[in-house]
């Protein structure tokens, strides 16, 4: 959990009760809510995602969520958002945001703002689900790397007054945008580079590297890509594989890792170099040099992973032949919500709702 000071809260001067501030963002891989609680704010965090099992009594179909779902049955998670939203699984989304909302006793007497990605529009059913399952005063979206950029900088809305340049790097897409005062010049969005994928690279990496003799789940992947790999300072790792309980295989997969997050990079910095920005520059070869000059922010749930801002920032340098440096909230995890959470307060206490 994450705090950070916070005002809008209490009572209106007209004596009315005044709606919480919550900033909320439904990721591929995690769902974050942001809200005033007295003069902090207060992150809850959940893994978008949910599995299915037979009660042995009843014979009934059951349904657990988030990290419960992902550590519990970790061969049959589902990620709903890492695919097609169909109606069946957004069905399932809807019972998630639910549940997510009635654990973190979420208040309905709230604004609340949802980051999206930068290419979706308002009527996506996305978008329904969320305002069916939280939040009955006002709900509008703003794009997530704006909402993930705006911790990185001064504690307030400063980035709102900034030109710069944001990548959101997430598990489904790759996102690339010029935010200009928070106006979006030249966006860009491919599904070709996946953040998801990574893991399963790291699964096939570890299968090869081992002769087929070990195998790692889904969220265990996630787990190392997540909190073992680094490019600044990698430290080798070991993990041991069972069968009928005894140990019949010791592997050292730091490679399998790190050899996943170098293709990704590669992968993701071409997009940005030979497709986004020579967009932007020939939209705008002065924002395009501005930008350049400046910090680029990278957002989105790969950002979580040790080192990448840096591995972004070396492999995009070379190729851009100049000096990019790329910087990244403290808190990657929970930076989207926490943005997305000081613009509902800036509307709660200038009562733009």
């Known amino acids: 959990m994450l705090e950070e000071n916070a005002s ?7 004596g009315g009760d005044v709606p919480t501030p919550v900033g909320l963002i439904v990721g591929g891989v995690r769902t974050v809510a942001a809200r005033s609680v007295d003069d902090t704010v207060q992150t809850e965090v959940a893994l978008t995602c949910s599995a299915t099992y037979q009660d042995v009594l009843t014979g009934k179909r059951r349904t657990v969520y988030g990290d419960r779902a992902a550590t519990e049955y970790p061969d049959r998670a589902q990620f709903m958002l890492q695919s097609e939203l169909t109606d069946e699984r957004a069905t399932v989304t809807h019972s998630f945001l639910d549940a997510f909302a009635r654990a973190n006793e979420l208040p309905s007497n709230s604004v609340v703002v949802y980051a999206i990605p930068s290419f979706d529009n308002r009527a996506t059913m996305l978008d329904t689900i969320v305002e069916e399952s939280i939040g009955e005063r006002l709900l509008c979206g703003y794009p997530m790397a704006l909402c993930g950029s705006i911790p990185v900088f001064e504690s307030g809305l400063d980035a709102l007054d900034r030109i710069f340049i944001a990548i959101n790097a997430g598990s489904t897409n790759l996102e690339g945008c010029v935010y200009r005062r928070g106006e979006q010049l030249a966006r860009f969005s491919t599904g070709s580079v996946r953040g998801f994928e990574v893991d399963k690279w790291i699964i096939n990496n570890v299968e090869e590297r081992t002769q087929g003799r070990v195998h790692i789940d889904r969220t265990t992947a996630r787990e190392y890509k997540e909190g073992r790999t680094d490019h600044d300072d990698f430290r080798p790792f070991t993990d041991s594989a069972t069968s009928t309980g005894k140990p019949i295989h010791e592997s050292t997969v730091e490679h399998g890792v790190s050899d996943a997050i170098d ?20 939209r705008s070869i002065k924002i395009y040099k501005r930008t350049l000059e400046k910090p680029i922010v990278l957002t989105g ?4 992973v040790p080192g990448l801002g840096k591995a ?5 340098s070379t190729e851009l032949q100049r000096n990019i440096v790329v910087i990244a909230p403290e808190e990657p995890t929970t930076a989207a919500a926490r943005g997305a959470h000081r613009i509902a307060r800036r509307l709660v206490e200038t009562k733009e709702y």
């Open 8 to 14: 809008a809260s209490g009572t209106s001067e007209d």
């Open 301 to 304: 749930d790969m950002a979580v």
């Open 263 to 282: 293709r990704y990079v590669e992968k993701a910095v071409d997009e940005i170099a030979n497709g986004f920005l020579p967009r932007l520059a020939s």
């Open 312 to 316: 972004f920032e070396d492999r995009l």
